[in-house]
């Protein structure tokens, strides 16, 4: 008896622990089935630890990834560009309508320099003609900088009487010698001047006549650089009491109101640089004083002055130079510390295109850059002497023998954007 009321026990025992267990299994079904609609109508994937390890490690693979494709997309080679006696001490380039334009300086007996301008076609082989032959040199006498108008004529800065104070009399003394008059003249000396097709100073325009200040604050004023966008605006940079301001011409000669500001001028950084924008306007680079730079889009629009600030490449650091582009695949280019670059329109990438040390070149030896169609480039480097030169830079063409298999391994894919972010 006692047997048989212990087996109805266990029987009953085994019946709970199946019905629990049913239950139990019926109940993690049910929540896992909910937490799976949840997961895929509401929560991230899951990521477990070892996920995050792999992930971690496939980071790891594309920053080794990246690192790899900064190798440049050319391997160049430079060519000395041979450039005409006549043009003297080379200064400046600028570039307008696929021609290369050269200001040279030629020193007079009297000490002043006079200008002297010459082009040629952007091209692999130069030709280079003088721009105004027939020219009274004395219209180009003490032109500092100048840029080129749509017409192909040409608007330039000038400095008379560069002499005037005399370091080299030996009976100079400057504490006796009359520096208040000669501040008050001082802008006198310096002026925006147009010249025509042939070269002839048709205007020119005073800096002092340009601005109106308080004379009895004014110590210097000195124009210091001259641009002109594709439209034919022309901005201008000068030194007031030793601080540099921006400001730009309308139509009619007369100072544009600078947007937002009740002045006609906006302070700039004392180291700056130009750069020709192919999207209008100009792009202006300052450098502070902590080697901080900031790019900036300057534009005359509705007959005021703007100033927008821009992304800057990510080549580009303290030492960098933005160089000016002649074709179509960059914005600008940028010199910088790993070698040259190209910058896309509108893009904050660049693109490395050289290497220095490919091109046998140190960004401390160039002062100006031109990108050119067909991956060239003309750069403008100081010689041992102290000089400026011209380079043209080209992708060096393929070994005798070279297999296309051994080209296509040296070359980065078109679609690879090697980025080198400087420290």
Known sequence: MKQKKSGAAMGALLMGLLLCTAGCATETSASVTETEEQSSMELPPLVTTVLAEETDVSATETQLSTEIKQVPLFSGEISDWELPAELGTLQSIRFSDGKLYLLGVQQQESGQGSGVLFCTPAQAEPEFQMLYPDADPAGFSGLTDFDVLSDGTVCGLICQNATEIPYEDSDFDPDTFDWETYYENYATQYHLVWYDAAGTVIRKMGLSTLLHLDQESKQTMV??????????????????????????????????????????????????????????????????????SALSHIVVTDGALWKTQVTLADACGGDS??????????????????????????????????????????REELEHMLLLPDQCAVAAVYTTRGDLALELISPKAEEPGETESTATEETVPDTATPVQTLQ
């Not at 001259?226 to 921006?246: K, N």
């Not at 582009?325 to 904050?348: K, N, P, R, T």
Request: proline share 1%; aromatic share 10%; with cysteine.
């Open 223 to 292: 124009f210091t650089s001259v641009r002109c966008d594709a439209a034919d605006h022309i901005y201008l940079t000068a030194t007031i009491d030793e601080q540099e301001y921006l400001m730009a011409l309308d139509s009619q000669g007369n100072l544009c109101p600078v947007q937002g500001y009740s002045t006609d001028m906006l302070e700039v950084a004392s180291a700056f640089q130009w750069v020709r924008s192919s999207t209008g306007g100009m792009l202006l680079l300052e450098q502070d004083a902590n080697g901080s």
């Open 321 to 362: 130079l933005l160089g000016e582009s002649d074709c179509a695949e960059f914005w600008y280019g940028v010199a910088g510390a790993g070698g040259l670059y190209g910058v896309a329109s509108q893009q904050s990438q660049a693109e490395l295109l050289y290497t220095w040390g490919d091109l046998s070149m140190k």
